[in-house]
């Protein structure tokens, strides 16, 4: 029986803030290139179905192209779909699936369902629209909404106090890069327009705040192969902004569990019984990406003192060269480019301080 309660829905952004479980039909490359935040690909075709079919409607036409799915559809192959589909639909009983535009696809999968006793209602207009309203509600947010940027020269410790403050976006941790040279973690970056998606959903749970300004990171327009929306890199660069600081050593012992031992860890787990020549040779590539901007005597010294800071790293545990090597880092590389990137925005600085005093003040400005 056809549960009143359950009929087809169009896209709206309370669907998507509701956390509501999708079932995205679509083929796997569709599916990669961009999704619904936490929607599940149970696709009714596989790529290379998808790619045969898309020729056929080209060459033939939409009733051809159906009559080819419809030969592509053996019993087999249909009972795999409708057991996946099935599977998804028990699981998640308040759940909505797509397909590109909410068409072929999307019905095709519902009537199968149908006809195996389930009913499982889409969304109109299928992934299409409910891209649309993330689209809107991010330029919403962009055009109506302050932003304020958090600033700080590198390990001050900008993403514990972005993850602290409740009013805030993660632009870096969404991402999957820490939006430097050595800003690549051991798992792949999500695809552009995921990222996206996940941002636009982001900021509007954030309207539960009321008009709070939004606390950002200072990105370049680049995190990775991640490109910042335009439109939010120039409202960034506007942006009030908040100066982290933090002392030297703070910065030397984060920046060295950052990235060396969380490094350590990760080549750990691929060579168990040997992982310094996997450190080595993945700091040495990091240092070689920024060679030009280090210049050739000092990214010569610093590549020549990483073999000693592994060695004494694997012997005895001393991450001493380490902590020179990134002390250095910070003091000739990255604490001048800091400075005279700040210094161009200086009239935007409304405050300056340590993780505690930044949230004192974050706080305090909420209650003004």
Same mark, same amino acid.
């Given at each position: 029986?056809?549960d009143?309660?359950?009929?087809?829905?169009?896209?709206?952004?309370d669907?998507?803030?509701?956390?509501?479980?999708?079932?995205?039909?679509?083929?796997?490359?569709?599916?990669?290139h961009?999704?619904i935040?936490?929607?599940?690909n149970?696709?009714?075709?596989?790529?290379? =179905?998808r790619? /045969?079919?898309? #020729?056929?409607?080209?060459?033939?036409?939409?009733?051809? &192209?159906?009559?080819?799915? %419809?030969e +592509?559809?053996?019993?087999?192959?249909?009972?795999?779909?409708?057991?996946?589909?099935?599977?998804?639909?028990?699981?998640?009983?308040?759940?909505?699936?797509?397909?590109?535009?909410?068409?072929?696809?999307?019905?095709?999968?519902?009537a199968?369902?149908?006809?195996?006793?389930?009913?499982?209602?889409?969304?109109?207009?299928?992934?299409?629209?409910?891209?649309r309203?993330?689209?809107d509600?991010?330029?919403?947010?962009?055009?109506?909404?302050?932003? =304020?940027?958090? /600033?700080?020269? #590198?390990?001050?410790?900008?993403?514990?106090?972005?993850? &602290?403050?409740?009013?805030? %976006?993660? +632009?870096?941790?969404?991402?999957?890069?820490?939006g430097?040279?050595?800003?690549?973690?051991?798992?792949?970056?999500?695809?552009?327009?995921?990222?996206?998606?996940?941002?636009?959903?982001d900021?509007?749970?954030?309207?539960?705040?009321?008009?709070?300004?939004?606390?950002?990171?200072?990105?370049?327009?680049?995190?990775?192969?991640?490109?910042?929306?335009?439109?939010?890199?120039?409202k960034?660069?506007?942006a009030?902004?908040?100066?982290?600081?933090?002392?030297?050593?703070?910065?030397?012992?984060?920046?060295?569990?950052?990235?060396?031992?969380? &490094?350590?860890q990760?080549?750990?787990?691929?060579?168990?019984?040997?992982?310094?020549?996997?450190?080595?040779?993945?700091?040495?590539?990091?240092?070689?990406?920024?060679?030009?901007r280090?210049?050739?005597?000092?990214?010569?010294q610093?590549?020549?003192?990483?073999?000693?800071?592994?060695?004494?790293?694997?012997?005895?545990?001393?991450?001493?060269?380490?902590?020179r090597?990134?002390?250095?880092?910070?003091?000739?590389?990255?604490?001048?480019?800091?400075?005279?990137?700040?210094?161009?925005?200086?009239?935007?600085?409304?405050?300056?301080?340590?993780?505690?005093?930044?949230?004192?003040?974050?706080e305090?400005?909420?209650?003004?």
């Open positions: 029986m056809r009143p309660h359950r009929d087809d829905i169009d896209a709206s952004l669907l998507l803030l509701d956390q509501t479980p999708f079932m995205d039909v679509r083929a796997p490359i569709e599916f990669e961009g999704a935040p936490g929607a599940v149970v696709p009714i075709l596989d790529d290379d =179905q790619a /045969a079919i898309g #020729t056929r409607y080209k060459e033939a036409g939409q009733d051809a &192209a159906i009559e080819l799915g %419809l +592509l559809a053996t019993p087999d192959i249909r009972a795999e779909r409708l057991d996946a589909w099935a599977s998804f639909a028990r699981q998640h009983p308040n759940g909505y699936l797509y397909c590109f535009r909410g068409g072929l696809r999307s019905n095709t999968t519902q199968w369902l149908r006809e195996a006793g389930i009913h499982f209602p889409l969304v109109r207009g299928g992934y299409k629209a409910l891209r309203v993330l689209i509600a991010f330029e919403e947010r962009l055009a109506t909404r302050n932003l =304020q940027v958090l /600033a700080g020269p #590198t390990g001050s410790g900008k993403t514990e106090v972005i993850h &602290a403050w409740r009013v805030s %976006l993660d +632009l870096e941790g969404r991402a999957g890069h820490r430097s040279a050595f800003g690549a973690t051991f798992a792949p970056q999500p695809a552009q327009i995921d990222w996206e998606n996940q941002i636009s959903l900021w509007a749970r954030l309207d539960v705040h009321g008009d709070a300004p939004v606390l950002v990171e200072d990105e370049a327009h680049l995190i990775g192969r991640i490109h910042l929306i335009p439109e939010l890199h120039h960034m660069q506007k009030p902004v908040i100066a982290l600081e933090a002392p030297m050593q703070e910065r030397v012992d984060r920046l060295l569990d950052d990235y060396v031992n969380h &490094a350590l990760h080549f750990s787990q691929q060579e168990p019984d040997n992982p310094w020549p996997l450190l080595g040779d993945y700091v040495s590539q990091n240092l070689h990406r920024i060679r030009k280090l210049g050739g005597v000092r990214h010569e610093l590549q020549q003192a990483v073999p000693d800071a592994v060695d004494a790293m694997a012997r005895q545990r001393d991450p001493g060269g380490f902590n090597i990134i002390e250095t880092l910070l003091t000739d590389y990255y604490d001048p480019m800091y400075q005279y990137q700040l210094s161009g925005r200086a009239d935007q600085v409304v405050f300056r301080g340590n993780a505690e005093a930044v949230l004192d003040w974050l305090h400005q909420r209650h003004v």
